[in-house]
């Protein structure tokens, strides 16, 4: 039930950067990294789990812009990346999650996943502290690490899991961001203190199980992605009477949160929408006055299992966990010298 791991890792890096030649801006680089991932437990059964994984791992990035005009360019970037276990999925025994009812098996055979980033965006500053920008973006991962359950096991309603890598997985999409201040519609009077905070994304992704695709579809989402994200946010400022105060908008689509296989189908995490409120009131010369309301909404959280295989999730299919987060209310007061 415990297990003493290390992980070293050394690293260089060397780039270089083009300044702006007429409109261009090109820069880049490659990081080579040394990492050593060593962990020693027991097994259950008497027997002993030894990982020592020295890997090296060279991190190719380049990044180039070009300025369509003083406050409007074009991005395009590419890079290499890396996702190392955490010694907590490599550790080979089991552990019992309290808060889940689950029982969690690590995998000392896990593999670290290389992932291949592309991104080219537009963006647009109508001020220095305003931006408008929509992208596109695709990522490409070899040997994602995934959470399965684990089939014929468990009782009492208990739901065993474990990792492993899948063989591929791309994920693809677009996103969007808007941060504005409401002061060019209306001026400086009391709307005009207002602006606005937008960010958005619509992903698509494909896993590719190879030959580990027992009890599933061949492809199907990467777990814990979820196909759109929204955040969303009012807030404002009156810098003459030092008050200030947001308001913050959440949600994300239906995610994968643990992989089936037979008899088991796949559970995901279900939508779930969340606001967050936030005052800040200044004091005089030298105090601040905070105050926050967090998940004023409150909705449940809630894991259903695709019982019917038809990937809907509706009335056909079982709720397996729902729960309440809370609210979180929190005051401060701070002094400024």
């Known amino acids: 039930d415990r297990y003493e791991a290390a992980n070293t890792l050394m690293a260089g890096y060397a780039g270089a950067s083009i300044g702006n030649t ?13 990492n050593r991932q060593q962990l020693t437990s027991a097994r259950f059964g008497g027997g002993r789990g030894l990982v020592d994984n020295p890997i090296v791992s060279i991190l190719p990035s380049i990044n180039a812009s070009f300025d369509i005009t003083t ?57 220095a502290n305003e931006v ?51 002061t060019s519609l209306f001026g400086d009077g009391y709307l005009g203190r207002f602006g606005v905070l937008l960010n958005g994304a619509y992903i698509l992704t494909t896993v590719d199980l190879g030959e580990k ?57 279900m939508p779930r929408h969340a606001l967050d409120v936030t005052l800040t009131k200044g004091l005089g010369k030298h105090f601040e006055l905070k105050v926050s309301v967090q998940d004023i909404l409150n909705q449940r959280v809630r894991l259903v299992q695709d019982s019917d295989g038809n990937e809907k999730l509706n009335g056909g299919d079982e709720e397996i966990m729902s729960y309440r987060r809370g609210q979180v209310f929190s005051a401060g007061i701070s002094f400024k010298f």
């Open 22 to 34: 007429g409109h261009w801006s090109v820069s880049g680089g490659v990081r080579v990294e040394h």
């Open 71 to 127: 406050r409007s360019l074009v991005r395009v970037a590419w890079s290499n990346t890396v996702n190392r276990p955490e010694f907590r999925e490599l550790a080979p025994f089991a552990f019992y999650d309290f808060s889940l009812n689950n029982v969690l098996y690590g995998n000392d055979s896990l593999d670290i996943a290389k992932v291949m980033n592309i991104d080219a965006r537009w963006e647009f500053y109508p001020t």
């Open 213 to 269: 695709a027992v009890g599933q579809e061949q492809q199907r989402p990467l777990m814990g992605q979820s196909p759109y994200v929204v955040n969303a946010g009012i807030y404002y400022q009156d810098s003459e009477h030092k008050l200030q105060y947001n308001i913050l908008y959440n949600v994300m689509g239906r995610r994968l949160f643990a992989v089936g296989t037979f008899g088991t189908p796949d559970l995901y995490e």
């Open 132 to 182: 408008v920008s929509a992208g596109l973006f695709y990522k490409r991962f070899v040997d994602p690490i995934e959470m399965y359950f684990v089939p014929g096991t468990g009782s009492g309603g208990t739901r065993n899991f474990t990792y492993d890598n899948a063989d591929l997985a791309q994920s693809y999409g677009v996103e969007v961001e808007v941060r504005r201040s409401l």
